[in-house]
């Protein structure tokens, strides 16, 4: 089991380009998230998916909309990307929302000029 | 706004000390409660998780709660340079959209050799 992948590991845009964020998780899990995580604030959920098919906003939705392709797969996209979304981005899933526990993938390091 | 606060040191202990780190949240209505560590560079992983006042251990680690303080902490008992890493404190509770999962800004430890 690779359990929760990402790709890309590290990016640079330029302000203004978009781009996507792929997850999968082998799992089975119904549950997938998106963190964002900069210093000193700790990480901070922009968007999640409870069940294949469902997406809901988090603490910092604006600027990314998401996509839950199949129950594998939950992609996380930036349509005009800004210096202030420099961080690094981590996938995370969960066997259901009342099983709490959070698996995370390796993360992707954005940096935008 | 449902908060969780940690220190963020660095918190530094001699090799073979007990490490105490600390956590308070400000939603009285959190159920569950999690410890994840994070090496420097790496993504989260869960060490703990717990769910009623009192104590939990799992070999060197021990999870307290506290839910009339809204106090949890993690004790790691015979502390090695390897538990070098920032550790994440966080706290689930329940709204009207689910499940709310919220991370604090983690204190880093380091083990002195």
């Known amino acids: 089991n690779a359990g929760v992948t990402q790709t890309p590991k590290f990016q640079v845009l330029k302000t203004g380009q978009s781009m996507t964020l792929q997850c999968a998780q082998d799992?089975?899990?119904?549950?997938m998230y998106w963190y964002r995580q900069d210093p000193g604030m700790g990480l901070r959920l922009i968007y999640y998916?409870?069940?294949?098919?469902?997406?809901d906003k988090g603490e910092v939705p604006n600027g990314y909309n998401v996509s839950r392709l199949n129950k594998r797969e939950f992609s996380l996209r930036l349509e005009s990307a800004a210096p202030s979304q420099t961080s690094v981005y981590f996938c995370?899933?969960?066997?259901?929302?009342?099983?709490?526990?959070?698996?995370f993938g390796p993360g992707t390091r954005l940096l935008v000029l | 706004q449902k908060e969780v606060e940690q220190n963020s040191g660095p918190l530094s202990v001699p090799e073979g000390a007990i490490a105490s780190l600390n956590c308070t949240y400000s939603?009285?209505?959190?159920?569950?409660f999690f410890w994840y560590r994070q090496y420097s560079g790496k993504s989260p992983e869960l060490i703990m998780s717990?769910?009623?006042?009192g104590d939990k251990e799992d070999g060197r680690f021990t999870a307290q709660l506290n839910k009339a303080s809204q106090y949890v902490s993690l004790l790691i008992r015979d502390s090695q340079p390897s538990d070098s890493a920032t550790y994440l404190c966080?706290?689930?509770?329940?709204?009207?959209?689910?499940?709310?999962?919220?991370f604090g800004p983690g204190t880093r430890l380091s083990v002195l050799p």
């Open positions: 995370a899933s969960s066997e259901d929302r009342t099983r709490e526990t959070q698996y």
């Open positions: 799992m089975n899990h119904n549950s």
């Open positions: 998916s409870a069940s294949e098919g469902t997406t």
């Open positions: 939603d009285r209505g959190s159920q569950s």
């Open positions: 717990i769910y009623s006042n």
């Open positions: 966080a706290a689930t509770g329940r709204d009207n959209y689910g499940q709310n999962f919220v």
